[in-house]
């Protein structure tokens, strides 16, 4: 595997309790990755594969910052590899407290960071915080995107961001990525976000293309779940039946289980063709199942390949005669 940024989901706690979470994440949740085994994971995977980056995920981190704090140090230190992290921001209580942890981080190693800025979110905290962490972070240099979830009923869109969070025209020059996102039918976007909001579209020219992250963002869960990247959901049900499973922890190595998801006939025609390109040929060989037909983005067709039973059912023999063509 070459290149890749490891994803390394701390906790399934979080704070929040966001209607479109995909993990489920909430207050309640206790999953939490012990920072021995952390380590463990990024000592194995440095000493087999290229990484680039280690992503630091939830949940939220930051409810554990200390071990936040100890592992970006630690791949730095250790390997010169840089950190990242994705977080709702809620600890920023002030200017004071963003530059403290932010520079704090940085002196660790941390070079990236993703915050989310959207309604959803904006529902359990402030706007404050957002803005204190993002103009940190345009101060010490790191690179920053900011996540802007959109469904048909929110009233803040990726336009509105630069405004809210008083990010000037020489601020967005410096690089501040701002993506607009839609919604995974997985977690509680299933039972908290009603259908007629989500913007899903019947052209394929919004959902059939190559995956340029499956493979590239390995993520490893607080159970041990491997998965060839982060839109696959909650693991605490079924974690084998999720999106790009590709082993556990617990059951094999993390060597072994990253070699054989390069190896993965369905992973590589993710990589190189996107899923579309096998739900559109087993359309043709099945007329007869009936499929969603409007989606979100390329990662909603992996919901029905993976989610939709007939389908699921149909791509594995499909999968099957592909691979006895190859031998
Ligand atoms: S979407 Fe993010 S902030 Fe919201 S509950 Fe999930 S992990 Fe927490
Ligand atoms: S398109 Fe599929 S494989 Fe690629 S990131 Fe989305 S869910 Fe994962």
């Given at each position: 595997?070459?290149?890749?940024?490891?994803?390394?989901?701390?906790?399934?706690?979080?704070n929040?309790?966001?209607?479109?979470?995909?993990?489920?994440?909430?207050?309640?949740?206790?999953?939490?990755?012990k920072?021995?085994?952390?380590k463990?994971?990024?000592?194995?995977?440095?000493?087999?594969?290229?990484?680039?980056?280690?992503?630091?995920?939830?949940?939220e981190?930051?409810?554990?910052?200390e071990?936040?704090?100890?592992?970006?140090?630690?791949?730095?230190?250790?390997?010169?590899?840089?950190?990242?992290?994705?977080?709702?921001?809620?600890w920023?209580?002030?200017?004071?407290?963003?530059?403290h942890?932010?520079?704090?981080l940085?002196?660790n190693?941390?070079?990236?960071?993703?915050?989310?800025?959207?309604?959803?979110h904006?529902?359990?905290?402030?706007?404050?915080?957002?803005?204190?962490?993002?103009?940190?972070?345009l101060?010490l240099?790191l690179?920053?995107?900011?996540?802007?979830?959109?469904?048909?009923?929110?009233?803040?869109?990726?336009n509105?961001i630069?405004?809210?969070?008083?990010?000037?025209?020489?601020?967005?020059?410096?690089?501040?990525?701002?993506?607009?996102?839609?919604?995974?039918?997985?977690?509680r976007t299933?039972?908290?976000?009603p259908?007629?909001?989500?913007?899903?579209?019947?052209d394929?020219m919004?959902?059939?293309?190559?995956?340029?992250?499956?493979l590239?963002?390995?993520?490893?869960t607080?159970?041990?779940?491997?998965?060839?990247?982060?839109?696959?959901?909650?693991?605490?049900?079924n974690?084998?039946?999720?999106?790009?499973?590709?082993?556990?922890?617990?059951?094999?190595?993390?060597?072994?289980?990253?070699?054989?998801?390069?190896?993965?006939?369905?992973?590589?025609?993710?990589?190189?063709?996107?899923?579309?390109?096998?739900?559109?040929?087993?359309?043709?060989?099945?007329?007869?199942?009936?499929?969603?037909g409007?989606?979100?983005?390329?990662?909603?067709?992996?919901?029905?390949?993976?989610h939709?039973?007939?389908?699921?059912?149909?791509?594995?023999?499909?999968?099957?005669?592909?691979?006895?063509?190859?031998?």
């Open positions: 595997m070459d290149g890749i940024s490891l994803n390394l989901i701390l906790t399934y706690k979080c929040y309790e966001c209607d479109h979470c995909i993990s489920n994440c909430s207050p309640s949740r206790e999953e939490t990755m920072i021995y085994q952390a463990e994971y990024i000592d194995k995977v440095v000493s087999t594969t290229n990484v680039n980056q280690i992503g630091y995920t939830g949940g981190p930051f409810l554990y910052y071990m936040l704090k100890e592992l970006i140090g630690y791949s730095y230190n250790e390997y010169g590899i840089a950190g990242g992290v994705v977080t709702n921001c809620f920023a209580k002030s200017e004071k407290e963003a530059d942890k932010l520079e704090e940085y002196n190693g941390l070079r990236s960071i993703v915050v989310s800025c959207d309604s959803y904006l529902k359990y905290g402030s706007i404050k915080p957002i803005e204190y962490v993002v103009h940190k972070s101060d240099g690179t920053i995107c900011i996540n802007t979830v959109v469904t048909k009923d929110v009233s803040i869109s990726k509105d630069p405004r809210l969070l008083k990010l000037t025209d020489d601020d967005m020059e410096n690089g501040i990525i701002i993506k607009e996102i839609g919604l995974l039918r997985l977690g299933l039972t908290h976000i259908e007629d909001c989500l913007i899903e579209t019947e394929e919004y959902f059939n293309g190559a995956c340029p992250f499956v590239k963002i390995p993520t490893i607080p159970r041990g779940s491997v998965y060839s990247c982060c839109c696959f959901g909650d693991d605490e049900v974690p084998t039946e999720l999106i790009g499973y590709g082993g556990n922890v617990n059951h094999d190595s993390i060597e072994n289980i990253l070699t054989n998801m390069e190896g993965n006939l369905l992973f590589n025609i993710f990589k190189y063709k996107g899923p579309y390109s096998l739900l559109k040929t087993i359309k043709e060989r099945r007329s007869d199942i009936e499929i969603r409007k989606y979100l983005s390329n990662c909603d067709i992996c919901v029905e390949l993976y939709n039973p007939q389908v699921k059912e149909e791509l594995k023999k499909l999968l099957r005669e592909m691979a006895y063509q190859n031998l």
